[in-house]
């Protein structure tokens, strides 16, 4: 059978289906939706590609992303409390949470979750950092676990706030997790509804 896709956008569609969220059908519908597109724009885009990585580096002190600057945006800024630390797994999380324009503190990016089926152990996360950082700074300090409500992300969660538990001075808080804003409880899940339930304020 003769190849109907040329060998060069049969390359970029497989390279774009390893990417997450996206499947063999939307890497054409983008390869195909690219190929339409003028000269210049794919040059833009590619050249957006191959300097992604340029000059970025991890924030030696919450190990977010940053571009040449010792320490991230946000650990640098002075208006931040120091004493409120969010951890959460990825840089991602804390573009997140920055959206919502209410967390005033600091952030610590754990690298990823405790797996033991991906074999990702607590010594493989950047856990060790945040508790030397906690022992360091001697001051009372409230962490908000902002982890995953997923069953790595709950099992990460445990075995931080175990840790934490060792430090007296540090006070340790869990996100609420429950139904979403315009969500119907019919569709969520038992665990869901019992974390809702548990989770529940005085109206």
Do not use: W
């Not at 952030?107 to 074999?119: A, D, K, T």
């Amino acid at each position: 059978m003769k190849k109907i896709i040329p060998d060069n956008v049969q390359n970029l569609i497989d390279e774009l289906s390893r990417l997450p969220g996206i499947g063999p059908k939307l890497a054409a519908r983008l390869v195909f939706y690219l190929i339409s597109k003028p000269e210049t724009d794919i040059e833009r885009l590619s050249g957006a590609i191959a300097r992604i990585k340029e000059n970025l580096r991890r924030c030696p002190q919450c190990y977010n992303i940053t571009e040449g600057s010792e320490q991230c945006v946000i650990c640098q800024d002075p208006t931040r409390s120091k004493n409120l630390i969010c951890v959460v797994e990825q840089p991602l999380d804390v573009v997140a949470i920055e959206k919502t324009g209410i967390f005033s503190g600091i952030y610590h990016v754990l690298g990823g979750n405790i797996s033991p089926i991906e074999g990702i152990g607590p010594e493989n996360l950047n856990i060790k950092p945040l508790i030397d950082r906690l022992k360091k700074s001697k001051e009372e300090a409230e962490v908000i676990i902002a982890t995953n409500p997923s069953l790595e992300g709950e099992a990460t969660a445990m075995y931080l706030a175990k840790e934490l538990a060792k430090l007296k001075s540090i006070k340790v808080t869990r996100i609420a997790r429950g139904i979403p804003a315009g969500g119907d409880l019919e569709y969520a899940d038992e665990i869901t509804l019992s974390k809702a339930l548990e989770g529940r304020i005085k109206y």
